[in-house]
């Protein structure tokens, strides 16, 4: 292989050159670069070389300059031939620069096994060199591509590309080089030093840079270069070309042009997302990097060397370019020219070049030559060294604290609710997370005030004084209710502070905003979960956590309303209810001097509790006897009904929940005793005993718990159309440790008053339904109105009935004795288990708290009528009549009827007249603890 260059004159002397250094039948690779470009005079040289060459490839470029033999010449015509003796060269030409043409190309060039290519493009109007890049790599990407964009000395107007014989002014060619002996090598020089800031590309297209950071690209150059960067355009602005990373190396895009819609046109792509920062050139690094370039390009064998340079290195360098060239020369023969855009293969991939000297080295020889390494020149630029450094150190640790920052305003971003107003109180900005919450887009928010979040019944003075406080320059801190785009309700906890600029005025505010909605409505839950709902006082849950809050000194008054269920039965349900609220009232005003509390914690039953220095006063036995007589004595007028009451109360100190259980055995010994009131004494030996019986059966029921011995037992019941045991009853059961069982008659008041009995139902629950899962029998179990309203409870039932799938055999028995207030939850319980196919009894109907009225409001399936009624009806003509008219009832509302303890024939005939449907007692089966089949 060998370079030979020639510095045109006239044809004649070009044909003296040829026809003395060659015989015309060589394979060349001839290239022109054109600093002339009169087509006569270009016409005539391409026609000579042409026919003189017939086995020869001919391609070229108009240039801002050429370079030939390490000499940078202007407005000549360099023709460099380079003699491939082992190497073929093919010429490819494509009419437009485009990414369906680079595919193309590189298709072609793949069958040819190409090792190297050589392209130069046209620069302007439709062709995209860039873009014919991209599609040359989609199949070629490891293909090396090296030439450029030609050019035209800085006129921007009119290119030409050389085509073997035709001047063209559009398009892209190329030169595929192939051999086995061919050596490859690729290298470029930079020496522009990044400086200051990153920006962010918001608005590009191509080669046309409008937005940087959301602001006009022009104002960007105002703002930091000076407003003098722009009066020269684009000469001033030159200076300072923009870095991007590409592939892992630094890709810099000079500015050539304003183009008519106000954007500025680069030589070369810049994409939105793109991170840019200025550059500067700096002289001295520009000739240390020259000298690498030399080190680089003497790695391997080098017959010939292709410079293709930057046209911008030649404005700005001048003279310190003659070095790098010489450099080159000092290698191999070189040739080149300065171009808009140079082209280079990097890591991965061919890209486009702005301000880079890019050098194709080839060889056809493995013969190496060590050249000696030239001194760089002495080059004073140590201010701009200096300078550069200054402010790149600056801008490192401003970037690291930005960086910082940044990754804080991330995650809150993300993860916080953040808003940004104007001092006009338009909103500027809004996090993800707020618009999430807000329900509406960021455009739709946008340009808005925090008007469109504010309900109806906001209250003003609030937003008065949030805007008072800020505008005074100090934070503000609250909460505020708002509504989102669906009118869904929320509630945030805000903190706002105004941003003041360097003279202290505000700029604009900032908001923070956590979203409470479910802590205020958990806060409602609990708080409706602690109250009554008929009274608004607390209810039996508020009262036990009130008791287990503190261990200072407590009083508890239990206050019983004897015989209330008649006063339902006999009034109506509205009069009740108005008497509860009555009593609620009449109770919380004569207890108003003392930090008391007021609790209806069951159906009839309300409590007071009196504690710390509430209790020193002496006389406070005889207050609370005086307040319960003057309740007793009080006339309650209500619907035209005068209404008087009955009492029991129970009343008792102590630190702790112990002392519930300490008023509640006061109250039944109230009721025993049928006294007004009645004091828990510690003296009162019978009492002490009961208290201390009640703690006995509480620890063997945690006993029992802990070591699994409460078991389930199953009596069964006779379908009294079908003869026989169609159904079982569950039954509670504590296995004691000699082996007997003891009945819920001896524990279960004692559980339900120490919060052990929800544990007692899941427990049966889990067991029952394990037990029952490959029998084909149908199941009841006894829930509690506690039961019932119990969310774990609930949950652990009607999930162990969809997982083995039984819902339409069981059924759930309704205790009727505890008397059912709380309607809606109980009917909404009802609901829930109807849908998943369960049956609902209630049980123990006809004595405590049995009420017909209350029937109808329930959908039930089977009504249980009480032994107590049953058990002496074939000689008890009262109780007959009654459970006639109950089954009547009954038969006609639709309910199937169980009648209970059913001991003996002459009972059961008797309730087989009364076309009773079901019958159970020991009669047809005792309780059990398995199910004999």
């Not at 394979?27 to 016409?43: A, D, K, M, N």
């Not at 293909?143 to 290119?159: E, H, M, R, Y």
């Not at 006779?718 to 026989?724: A, F, P």
């Not at 009832?889 to 303890?901: L, Q, S, W």
Request: charged share 25%.
């Amino acid at each position: 292989m060998k370079l030979i260059n020639h510095t045109y004159q006239t044809l004649e002397a070009l044909e003296v050159f040829v026809k003395s250094t060659f015989k015309g039948d060589e394979h060349l690779l001839i290239q022109l670069f054109c600093g002339e470009v009169e087509h006569h005079q270009l016409s005539s040289v391409i026609s000579f070389l042409k026919s003189f060459f017939s086995n020869s490839v001919l391609i070229g470029a108009s240039t801002a300059g050429e370079i030939a033999s390490g000499v940078i010449y202007s407005h000549s015509i360099q023709i460099s031939f380079c003699h491939l003796e082992k190497s073929q060269a093919k010429v490819y030409y494509f009419e437009d620069a485009s990414f369906e043409n680079g595919k193309k190309a590189a298709q072609a060039l793949l069958e040819d096994d190409t090792k190297v290519c050589i392209a130069f493009s046209h620069p302007f109007g439709e062709d995209d060199s860039e873009s014919f890049l991209e599609g040359f790599n989609m199949h070629a990407s490891h293909i090396p591509l090296a030439g450029g964009n030609v050019a035209d000395k800085f006129l921007l107007q009119k290119t030409s590309i050389i085509y073997e014989n035709q001047i063209v002014e559009r398009g892209i060619v190329l030169v595929g080089l192939r051999g086995k002996s061919l050596h490859v090598n690729s290298a470029y020089s930079l020496g522009w030093t990044p400086l200051g800031k990153e920006f962010l590309v918001t608005k590009a297209h191509n080669n046309a840079l409008y937005e940087i950071d959301g602001v006009p690209v022009k104002s960007i150059y105002e703002h930091y270069l000076g407003s003098g960067s722009v009066k020269k355009f684009p000469y001033n602005a030159m200076e300072f070309p923009f870095m991007k990373m590409s592939d892992g190396i630094e890709v810099y895009r000079s500015l050539i042009a304003q183009n008519t819609d106000g954007s500025f046109h680069y030589a070369g792509h810049l994409i939105v997302g793109d991170t840019i920062r200025f550059a500067i050139g700096n002289v001295e690094e520009i000739m240390q990097k020259a000298l690498l370039l030399q080190e680089k390009m003497d790695e391997k064998p080098v017959e010939a060397l292709f410079v293709y340079s930057c046209s911008a290195r030649q404005l700005f360098l001048k003279e310190h370019l003659n070095y790098e060239c010489e450099l080159l020369e000092n290698i191999a023969p070189t040739a080149g020219f300065f171009t808009y855009g140079e082209f280079f293969h990097s890591k991965r991939k061919n890209q486009l070049f702005n301000l880079a000297t890019t050098v194709l080295g080839l060889s056809e020889s493995d013969f190496m030559v060590n050249h000696t390494v030239t001194k760089t020149p002495e080059v004073h630029c140590s201010t701009l060294k200096a300078l550069t450094h200054l402010v790149n150190t600056t801008q490192h640790e401003l970037d690291v604290n930005v960086n910082f920052l940044n990754q804080y305003k991330k995650i809150l971003d993300a993860s916080c609710m953040v808003s940004k107003v104007s001092v006009d109180k338009v909103i500027t900005y809004v996090s993800e997370p707020f618009c999430a919450m807000a329900g509406f887009s960021k455009e739709e928010i946008l340009g808005q005030s925090h008007r469109i979040f504010r309900p109806s019944d906001a209250d003003p003075s609030l937003y008065d004084d949030l805007w008072a406080t800020i505008r005074k320059k100090e934070i503000w801190k609250g909460i505020t209710k708002g509504v989102n785009k669906s009118g869904q309700t929320h509630y945030l906890q805000n903190t706002i502070m105004p941003i003041l600029d360097e003279n202290g005025e505000i700029l604009e505010y900032i908001c923070a905003h956590f979203d409470i909605t479910e802590l205020v409505l958990k806060e409602r839950i609990i708080e409706k979960h602690f109250k009554d709902e008929l009274t608004g006082f607390g209810n039996r849950e508020a009262l036990f956590y009130r008791l287990n809050l503190d261990h200072q000194p407590k009083l508890l008054v239990l206050i019983n309303l004897v015989g209330f269920s008649e006063i339902n039965d006999y009034l109506g349900y509205d009069v009740g209810d108005e008497l509860l609220k009555y009593v609620g009232r009449f109770l919380a005003t004569s207890f108003h001097n003392c930090s008391d509390v007021v609790f209806r914690i069951n159906g009839d039953e309300f409590a007071i509790l009196l504690c710390g220095n509430d209790l020193k006063n002496d006389g406070i036995d005889a207050f609370i006897t005086k307040s319960v007589k003057e309740l007793e004595k009080k006339v309650f007028t209500i619907h035209g009904y005068e209404v008087v009451l009955r009492l029991n109360v129970g009343v008792a100190e102590g630190r702790d929940a112990k002392v519930y259980m300490r008023s509640h055995i006061a109250l039944k010994e109230a009721k025993k005793e049928n006294k007004l009131i009645l004091f828990y004494r510690d003296e009162d030996e019978g009492l002490k005993q009961k208290t201390k019986h009640n703690l006995y059966t509480i620890q063997k029921i945690k006993y029992a718990i802990e070591n699994d011995r409460i078991v389930p037992f199953f009596q069964g019941i006779y379908d009294n159309t079908l003869h026989q045991i169609t159904k079982y009853e569950v039954l509670m059961r504590l296995q004691e440790e000699d082996g007997s069982y003891l009945s819920p008659y001896h524990f279960l008041e004692q559980a339900k008053k120490t919060r052990l009995y929800e544990k007692l139902t899941k427990i049966m629950i889990q067991k029952v339904f394990a037990y029952f899962k490959d029998l084909p029998f149908d199941f009841s179990i006894n829930l509690t109105k506690g039961d019932m309203l119990s969310s774990s409870v609930k949950e652990s039932l009607f999930e162990h009935i969809k997982n083995f799938q039984c819902g339409h055999r069981v059924i759930l028995e309704i205790v009727e004795s505890e008397g059912i207030e709380n309607f809606h939850e109980i009917i909404h319980f009802i609901y829930e288990a109807k849908k998943l196919g369960c049956r609902i009894a209630i049980d123990d109907f006809g004595t405590g708290y049995s009420n017909f009225s209350y029937l109808i409001k329930l959908d039930i399936d089977f009504l249980k009528i009480d032994g107590s009624l049953i058990r002496d009806i074939h000689i008890n003509e009262v109780n007959f009549m009654m459970v006639d008219t109950m089954v009547s009832f009954a038969h006609k509302m639709g309910y199937k009827v169980v009648a209970e303890f059913v001991d003996n024939p002459e009972v059961q005939a008797k309730l087989e007249s009364l076309h009773v449907n079901f019958s159970q007692g020991y009669l047809f089966s005792k309780p059990m603890p398995m199910i004999e089949r």
